[in-house]
């Protein structure tokens, strides 16, 4: 019989691999954000799974909190970025935008 901390920590690896394989083959700056928003995501599940296998999930819940916290930082900044070199370079694949020098 299947418990919670089995399906989330399996819910958690299916988010790792799929943000792992955004990572890996999408060359969109905006795409590759969310790969990184996923793998994020996957870490906080495992971080709260791992609270409750210690029976501390108080302390686990405030840690995935404050990631969560900075978490939402990066990916507003990163968005902006994203604006704004769509914005002035007129794409956002990622192979042409490392080709560019001053």
Known sequence: MLNLP????????ILLGVGMYGLVTVRNALKVAIGLQ????????????????SDQVS???SFAVTVLAADTVVAVTSLALAIQVKQRMGTLDVKLLSQLRK
């Open 6 to 13: 089995n399906v989330a920590l399996a819910g958690a690896l």
């Open 38 to 53: 996923l793998l994020v995501k996957a870490v906080l599940l495992i971080l709260i799974v791992a609270g409750y296998a």
């Open 59 to 61: 302390l686990a819940q």
